[in-house]
């Protein structure tokens, strides 16, 4: 049964459904909301996805999501060429940078390995990585990959396939997140933050 | 300071966080998808969205989204054209179609009378709905507004202007859900289904 009075409607229904996260009902609410904006403004909505979408170039360093074939990141003469955090995708990219504390590069894998969902090495970044670290003075990588299974994985493989390479390969602190409660932290964290203990004074100034 | 690594990116998620329910998380999550679709994909989720605003009409007669001046319900001859439904929106058109238990037509307010909203009766598709009924040999409106206290206010505003016209005014049934239990249904509608209870036989063959 079509309960929808209109065509466009429900086309347009349909489209915003196709979004994750987005039911039916969570789509209509939507295209209701946007039939009550000016036209102008659902024209700068569609538009903007249409051109993201058109005009996005990933820079050919680090795969970060550009403007330009090299992104504002890798062309920073101010940002230290040395260094290179690795991570999965562009929301890791985001959420160090929000983070101020980074001023290195960046090197986005586009995924970790998941023999289950069947991405498999090929299917990631990472022969342009080992290019990158040949060819170019890099003297550190940081892994800032998930603590899951794949992220180990790929954590590993990378490691492996730098063995032969004069790199230092680091990985981000795991430990109590700054404001968790210690016994609502799970063991393993917990344990981890016990085994990687930093000198109290370490800790000062920060 | 600026996160994102591209203006084309941070536009639309500027744009998404726009919507409602959509906070800028969510906003960057449906961008990066969008970035991983196909362009004909996006290109055809923008357009929907801006044709569907551009080309939407209101029925002349109901108020209902419709791609024609008149819509298919009110188009519709197997309809009973005597029977006029006042609901608030369109998805009250909607939710009332999918239960398949009405064929008459609809008349959309497009909101309820709101003091605390700044909606008067004015803003509403009041005066249309009088003249429906003035002109249209109409025998019967059944209100189906939201039982709260605007859409008791906007109920009572209609009688009381319908007052002098020959017209049956209805609301739809108040009671305890179908599968709801007793023990959680609140006081007011559990009140109102005792006052106005049925004959046991009436409810057969439902």
Redesign the interface.
């Known amino acids: 049964?079509n309960?929808?009075?209109?065509?466009?409607?429900e086309?347009?229904v349909?489209?915003?459904a196709?979004?994750?996260?987005i039911g039916k009902k969570?789509a209509?609410?939507?295209?209701?909301?946007?039939?009550r904006?000016n036209?102008q403004?659902?024209?700068?909505?569609?538009?903007?996805?249409?051109?993201?979408?058109?005009?996005?170039i990933f820079?050919k360093n680090c795969f970060?999501?550009?403007?330009t074939e090299i992104?504002?990141?890798c062309n920073n003469q101010n940002r230290d060429a040395g260094l290179i955090c690795v991570v999965e995708?562009?929301?890791d990219?985001?959420a160090i940078?929000?983070t101020?504390q980074f001023r290195g590069l960046y090197h986005v894998l586009g995924g970790v390995i998941s023999p289950m969902d069947g991405i498999g090495p090929g299917d990631l970044n990472i022969t342009p990585l080992l290019l990158r670290i040949e060819k170019q003075a890099i003297r550190e990588i940081i892994m800032a990959l998930s603590p899951t299974m794949e992220g180990d994985t790929t954590n590993f493989y990378i490691y492996k396939r730098l063995k032969n390479i004069k790199v230092l390969v680091t990985t981000i602190a795991r430990g109590v997140s700054i404001g968790d409660n210690l016994e609502f932290t799970d063991e393993i964290t917990l344990g981890r933050s016990i085994v990687n203990r930093l000198p109290y004074e370490s800790t000062f100034n920060r």
Chains 1, 2 share one sequence.
């Open positions: 049964m309960n929808f009075s209109s065509k466009l409607l086309t347009a349909n489209e915003l196709k979004l994750p996260g969570s209509v609410r939507l295209a209701l909301h946007l039939l904006q036209t403004e659902v024209e700068s909505l569609g538009n903007a996805l249409i051109k993201m979408r058109n005009e996005i820079c970060n999501i550009s403007d992104c504002e990141i995708d562009v929301r990219v985001m940078e929000n101020a």
